[in-house]
DNA sequence: AATATAATTGACCACATTGGTCAAATGTAA
DNA sequence: TTACATTTGACCAATGTGGTCAATTATATT
C-alpha cells in the first residue's frame, strides 16, 4: 500500500510525516486537515493521496510508524539482566525522557491518538492500542526479581505502587518542563528528585 | 448574560446542559455541533442562541457549572477533623466514585475539557483549569498530620507517593469497569482492593 | 376580549472547509 | 523521440457551520 511511499527519499519521507504527525496531534483525526497537512509538508495534494489510500491510511501508517520507532529504541536500551525492578525502572524512566527529547512529534501523536474520539477510527485504534500496552507492560516486567520485596506484602501490589510513583513523577516532570534538555537531564534536578523517591520506594518496601 | 436561562424551569435546563455536555464530551468543542445539541434538547436553534449569547459562552457556562456541581457536592462531604490523610483519601475515593456515578456527564464533560485543544478557548480554559486544580489540592490536604509519617523520609515526598497510588488505583478501577454501580461499591470487590493497598502504604510509610 | 409582552420557532444565510479526483505538466532515463 | 514515473493544483460535490430574525405561539395584564 504504501510502498511507493517508502521509495522516496528519507528527508522528503520525514518532512510529510512530520506534517501529518503535527496536524493530527493538534487537531485530532476529524479536524486535521489534509490540505494543511500537504502545505506544511510543501507538496501537493495529488501527491499525498498518491502514496496514502486516503485520510485514514495515511493515520493508520502513521500509528504503526511511531510505535515501531518508539519500542525498538526504547526495549533495544533495556538491560533485561537487571532483576532488580527498582533500579530497571530508573533506567527506563531516563530511557522514556531522553527518548521524548529525541522524538517530541511522535510523543505527540501518540498522546493524541491515545485520547482519539473519531468514530470512524476509535475502535481499530483502542483495540490495536490496548494490544500494544499489555505486550510492552509484559515485556517490562520481564525476569523481575520479587524476592527482594518485603515478604510480608503482596509482591504485585508492590508492584503496582512503584509503577503509579513513577507514572506519577513521569507527569510531574513533564509538567514542570515540556521538554527537558538533555543537558539538564545528564546533570539535572530530574535525577535527584527521581532518586529521592526511589530510595524511599526500596526503604519502604524492600526488604 | 444567563439570567433569562435561570429562569427557566429545572427541568428544561437540565436538558439543555446535559445535551451540550454530552455533544461536547463526545466530539470535542470544535466539532460540537449546536444543531445537534438542539435537537438532542429538543428546542429550536433560536432558543439556544436567546440563552447563550454564543457557542463559546455556552461552553464556558457548562464549565463552571460542572466544576461548581462537583467541588461543592465533594467538598461538602469532606470530614476535614479526620486528619490521617489515608484515612481521609479512603474517604475521598469512595466519595468520587459515588460522584462518578451520580453525575456521569459530568464527568465525562469535565475529563473531555482536560484534554481539549480547539484554540479559540483552550487558553482560557487551561488557565482556569489549573487555578481550580491548585485551589483543590490545596483544600484536601488542609491539616494533615504528618506526624503520623516515618521520620526517616521526606513527608512531601510520602504524601506525592499516596497520591499516586490513589491515582493509579482510581484509574485501574475505572479501566475494570466503566461506572461502577452503587450497589457494587458498597460491599464490593473495589473496596477490598482500595484496601490492600491502603494497607501497604500504612504499614511502610507510617511509624 | 383585547392588548402587550415574553417565549419560542425554524427556515434561511453566507461561508468555510472538507476529502478526494484527474487531466495535464514536468522530470527522468533509454 | 519515446516511454514511464513523478508531481501538480484547479476543481468538485457535498456537508455542515454558527448565528440571525421575522413570524408564530403562549402567557400575563388590563
Same sequence: chains 1, 2.
Avoid at 8 to 17: A, G
Avoid at 123 to 133: F, R, T, V, Y
Avoid at 184 to 190: I, S, V, Y
Avoid at 192 to 200: K, N, S, T, W
Amino acid at each position: 500500500m504504501a510502498s511507493k511511499f517508502l521509495a522516496l527519499d528519507h528527508t522528503k519521507q520525514q518532512q510529510i510525516l512530520n506534517a501529518a504527525m503535527k496536524e493530527f496531534a493538534l487537531k485530532g483525526y476529524k479536524a486535521a486537515s489534509t490540505n494543511q497537512i500537504v502545505e506544511t509538508a510543501g507538496i501537493s495534494k495529488g501527491l499525498l493521496f498518491h502514496y496514502f489510500s486516503n485520510k485514514q491510511g495515511l493515520y493508520f501508517y502513521l500509528y504503526d510508524y511511531c510505535v515501531d520507532v518508539i519500542l525498538e529504541d526504547f526495549f533495544g536500551q533495556i538491560d533485561f539482566d537487571q532483576k532488580d525492578i527498582l533500579l530497571r525502572f530508573r533506567e527506563m524512566f531516563l530511557i522514556k525522557l531522553r527518548l521524548m527529547n529525541k522524538y517530541p512529534v511522535i510523543f505527540d501523536f501518540l498522546i493524541a491518538a491515545n485520547v482519539e474520539e473519531a468514530t470512524e477510527i476509535k475502535d481499530k485504534l483502542n483495540s490495536l492500542n490496548q494490544e500494544i500496552i499489555r505486550d510492552s507492560y509484559l515485556k517490562m516486567f520481564t525476569s523481575v526479581d520479587e524476592s527482594l520485596f518485603r515478604s510480608d506484602i503482596d509482591p504485585s501490589k508492590v508492584l503496582d505502587i512503584i509503577i503509579w510513583t513513577i507514572e506519577g513523577i513521569s507527569n510531574k516532570v513533564q509538567a514542570q518542563e515540556n521538554h527537558i534538555k538533555a543537558e539538564e537531564l545528564r546533570n539535572g534536578k530530574t535525577l535527584q528528585e527521581l532518586d529521592g523517591y526511589l530510595e524511599i520506594l526500596r526503604k519502604t518496601l524492600y526488604n
